[in-house]
């Protein structure tokens, strides 16, 4: 990947606004900047939705498909992967207003195998390998997680595509056993533009009804799309294509971005990119050091794009800070469904648990909860990843104004 000279001697430009917007001040009464923001990554809370550590408030937002279909916010759930454009970032509250919410599943199709005794579990879902992980979400309708999970299910697969191992690091997993077609977001390979069939991992497509003018120009080995299958093969076992969209996208400048994602391509530690995104790292920081910085590492960026390149300022290592305050599920709101026997409730749709030994109350005790009450939740997922166990449990000011009212 070639980073041309004009982006090159934006480089320094966009670095130094960047830190500017992220270091100057303190407190949480710091003015929100007067810029645009970008943000990639997954869901970890609600209150309105937490991405990468930051809490937009998404009540104005525009929330789409990547087809561009409008949705209603609600349907946002904790593990989607997500881009969030926003006013600019407040670095003191970590908090900004939400423009638009766009979101989008990897792949929704039916599982054909399952190993539960490697390690990581994997799941064959669209003749695609789905890596499950400790972070992975599963709906709640799938009460024992990957347990619930049979051969034959639908289902809605949220992830990332690691192009080292080709493999899907799973996000999020619901059942879609509604589903009118299948979907399937990779890189094209194999290729035929004669027998007009191509393939994604492990599934051999047919577009030979899609009409010439709906696949992409220039379709080509390498190329990221998205295809919308027939829910059935046909009689040469090959999955048959309904629509063939370019899945690579032109990105607007932004003052401020920051995108969480695996390293999808490799020059050089000052030269690769993060979720098909080109990223321009001569000038960044690596405080966790560069020898992680490979072809498949889970990587957080931070910069500012230019000409649709993210010039960065500061890479670190996802596996590094797994563990930060930033990047635990984070819940803001109202009590609901309190089972004081079971020690669970629901905020914002998501069920929690917590234990009088291990929970930390603040501005309160745990004879405080009660339905209605307003409060904090940080905690990680439960190991079926279901629902969250509350490592703390804060008591919200109730006269504090809720961003989702």
């Known amino acids: 990947m070639i980073i041309n000279t004009a982006i090159r001697n934006s480089i320094a430009a966009a670095a130094a606004l960047f830190l500017a917007v992220a270091c100057g001040g303190g407190g949480g009464d710091m003015p929100a900047p007067a810029g645009q923001a970008f943000t990639q990554g997954t ?3 609600f209150g309105s ?27 946002l759930k904790l593990g989607m992967t997500v881009e969030v454009e926003s006013s600019g970032i407040n670095r003191g ?34 003749d695609q390998i789905v890596e499950i992980s400790d972070t992975t979400v599963f709906d709640d309708s799938l009460a024992n997680g990957f347990a619930s999970i049979n051969v034959g299910d639908v289902l809605e697969v949220h992830a990332l ?20 077609a299948f979907k399937l977001r990779g890189i094209v390979a194999n290729l035929d533009t004669g027998a007009k069939t191509l393939m994604i991992g492990g599934a051999l497509i047919d577009f030979s009804g899609v009409p ?32 063939i969209r370019g899945d ?21 530690t000052a030269s690769f990119s993060v979720n098909g995104l080109p990223v321009d790292a001569s000038k960044a920081t690596f405080p966790d050091d560069t020898p992680g910085i490979v072809l498949g590492a889970s990587v957080e960026v931070e910069g500012a794009i230019v000409n649709g390149v993210l010039v960065a300022a500061k890479v670190e290592l996802e596996d590094m800070h797994k563990n930060d305050d930033r990047n635990r599920n984070e819940l803001h709101g109202p009590i609901s469904n309190l089972d004081t026997t079971a020690k669970t409730f629901v905020v914002r ?8 030994a291990t929970t930390v109350f603040k501005d309160g005790v745990e004879a405080d909860l009660a339905n209605g009450k307003d409060v904090e939740v940080k905690g990680t997922l439960t190991a079926d990843g279901t629902s969250v166990q509350a490592a703390s449990i804060e008591f919200e000011n109730e006269m504090e104004p809720d961003d989702d009212d």
């Open 349 to 356: 749709g998501v069920t929690v648990h917590y234990d009088s």
């Open 93 to 126: 509250s970590n908090s900004a207003k939400a423009n638009r919410v766009r979101f989008g599943a990897a792949i929704v199709g039916p599982v054909s195998a399952i190993s539960a005794a490697t390690t990581p579990r994997t799941l064959t879902v669209l």
């Open 248 to 268: 690579e996208r032109r990105m607007e400048d932004v003052d401020e971005a920051e995108v969480h994602g695996i390293i999808t391509d490799f020059t050089s």
């Open 212 to 243: 010439a003018a709906s696949v992409p120009a220039n379709l080509a080995n390498g190329q990221r799309v998205r295809v919308q299958l027939q829910t059935t093969r046909n009689a040469s076992n090959q999955w048959v294509a309904i629509s």
């Open 43 to 45: 869901i970890t809370g």
């Open 49 to 75: 939705i937490i991405v990468n550590g930051v809490r937009f408030d998404d009540s104005a937002a525009q929330v789409s498909d990547e087809d561009g279909q409008i949705h209603n916010r609600s349907e």
């Open 161 to 180: 595509l690691d192009t080292a191992t080709g493999h899907y690091l799973a996000k999020r997993i619901e059942p879609e056993p509604g589903a009118a």
